[in-house]
């Protein structure tokens, strides 16, 4: 038997998102050597991101490591980094941990990076005002939310009381409703016994919007119906208001006639708007296309890049015929994207066969208000109220990777719909302070080096992200050192697991 390895179609996969995990699964049985590329090593399911905030799941249950997902998947490698530039004449993908740099070669190249918060170019709000992206947002959420009522109950100024007891929610979609119904639930219902000096039942939520309506996109009648159940459970809403400042005091805010005033508050969470990866501009720089105002590349009908038939672009980062920036995009693009890729590499062999265009499958949208209240639109059929929020349980359910994830979450959910509890509200001071410390220190900070090495790698050219490229040997490097911040090193391709003949 020849020993003789014969090199596999590679596909490479940056984002282990929706679209990047679902595309490497459907890839799991091809034949085909995978290697995924994220800059995180979880699959994030970002749409209970709120749950980690607001002290009902853990990170755990919502994020499971990317490589434990994948580990029966023998033609698959998983590989923790931040992909900095796509070099499409080379078909390379550069990419970094820390400051290893490398670069890695692709057969066909699946692009899931999805989209960052936005602030609409007042990006300096983001420093009092988290997004909500990120288990990182997410914890350092938790830690807001839960510090502004425990600073409140050490606190006798009226003033300085109704500040931190106010809480100011962003953007009045499914993300901003859920928040702010959860933040209500918190301080109305689960917390009122446990704090001495101060009533939290007297907390203020208010939800801020610039549209006119409260979850627009379900339609007038859902739109009016989760208004009045926000407002039945104490959120005060504020439509037609857009937001023009933002401090460490508070929120400023202009009304639909001109007039402004300041709202103070200590806790804001920004939940208004996407800005999809920098990758996106990278890869429209380099073929015929372009990108819209929120960063979204402008595909072909099949996903792929004009002029570039082994490059599909997928989920959040695309412009295409309007779809919306929802998980199910995403996947059934990983799954398209897959499915093409299968289809060409038939028996080893690589065909340039047209692909099919995308076709989405819209399996209708929900938003959960509160617990027991919730949003669906499915089809032509429109549900408020206890079912809407069981088909939502049931949905989200589903999707969540792992039967002892599942199990631990529905535990979770039980302690905090039928009883009252908060059992996931650990949270450090690290959380709360890191983001605005690594703003400060510089995004080329090492924690592995230090300040003083950091200084001597600037000042060379950067790559997208803002990142030194291939910098040099500083004078006070050792051996190994050395490699690690040389020109970029060729990854090893994917033959870890050989594929014999
Ligand atoms: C708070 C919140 C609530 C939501 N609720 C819902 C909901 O209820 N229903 C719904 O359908 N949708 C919801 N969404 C939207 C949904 O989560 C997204 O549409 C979906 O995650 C998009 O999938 P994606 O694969 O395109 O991107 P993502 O899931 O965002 O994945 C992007 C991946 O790329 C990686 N990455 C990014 N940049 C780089 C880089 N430079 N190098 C390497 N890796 C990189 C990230 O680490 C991540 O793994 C919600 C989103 C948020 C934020």
């Given amino acids: 038997m020849s020993t003789e390895q014969r090199r596999r179609h590679h596909v490479v996969i940056i984002g282990s998102g929706f679209g990047g995990l679902f595309a490497a699964r459907a890839l799991a049985k091809a034949d085909v050597d995978v290697t995924l590329i994220a800059k995180t090593g979880q699959h994030l399911f970002q749409p209970l991101l709120y749950q980690v905030a607001t ?4 990170t755990g249950e919502i994020a499971p490591a990317t490589r434990e997902v994948l580990k029966g998947q023998d033609n698959t490698q998983v590989h923790l980094g931040e992909v900095t530039h796509i070099d499409l004449a080379n078909k390379d993908v550069h990419y970094r941990l820390l400051d290893k740099r490398m670069v890695m070669n692709y057969d066909s190249l699946i692009v899931a990076a999805g989209a960052g918060q936005s602030y609409f170019g007042n990006d300096h709000f983001a420093r009092y005002a988290p997004g909500m992206k990120s288990i990182d947002d997410a914890l350092e959420l938790r830690g807001r939310i839960f510090g502004a009522f425990e600073y409140a109950e050490l606190c006798s100024d009226p003033e300085q009381l109704e500040q931190l007891t106010t809480f100011v929610v962003v953007g009045a979609g499914p993300t901003g409703v859920e928040m702010a119904g959860q933040i209500a639930e918190l301080a109305y219902r689960a917390l009122p016994n446990e704090f001495h000096n101060i009533d939290t039942r007297k907390a203020k939520i208010v939800l801020l919007d610039g549209a006119p309506a409260v979850l627009g996109s379900f339609g007038d009648r859902l739109s009016a119906k989760a208004h009045k159940q926000l407002t039945d459970m104490g959120v005060i809403v504020q439509l037609n208001s857009k937001v023009v400042d933002v ?11 001109g007039s402004r005033y300041f709202l103070p508050s200590a806790t804001k969470i920004w ?3 996407v800005q999809a990866s920098p990758l996106g501009a990278d890869l429209a720089a380099q073929c015929d296309t372009e990108v819209d105002r929120a960063g979204r590349i402008k595909v072909n009908e099949d996903l792929t890049l004009p002029g570039h038939p082994e490059v599909f672009v997928v989920g959040d980062m695309i412009s295409l015929n309007n779809l919306p920036g929802v998980a199910q995009v995403a996947i059934q693009g990983g799954r398209h994207a897959a499915k093409t890729i299968k289809k060409r590499t038939h028996q080893g062999r690589w065909s340039d066969d047209p692909a099919a265009p995308f076709v989405y499958h819209d399996k209708g949208s929900m938003a959960t208000i509160s617990r027991f209240q919730a949003i669906a639109s499915i089809g ?8 809407a929020w069981l088909m939502w349980l049931v949905v989200h359910l589903f999707y969540i990777i792992g039967f002892k994830k599942r199990l631990t979450t529905l535990l979770h959910w039980a302690v905090s719909f039928i009883g009252r509890g908060r059992s996931e509200r650990a949270s ?16 080329d900070f090492n924690p592995l080096r230090g300040p003083q090495d950091a200084a001597e790698l600037s000042g060379y050219p950067s790559d997208i992200s803002g990142a030194p490229r291939a910098a040099q040997a500083a004078p006070n490097q050792t051996a190994s050192d050395q490699t690690a911040s040389d020109e970029p090193v060729p990854a090893q391709p994917q033959l870890a697991k050989p594929h014999l003949k």
């Fill in 247 to 257: 401090n460490a005091d508070g929120i400023e805010v202009e009304r639909a006639d």
């Fill in 380 to 387: 032509k059929i429109r549900l408020a109220g206890f079912v």
């Fill in 55 to 58: 002290g009902i799941l853990s």
């Fill in 271 to 273: 939940a208004a708007g």
């Fill in 428 to 443: 450090t001071v690290q959380q709360v302070i890191g983001r605005a410390a690594i703003e400060d220190i510089g995004a």
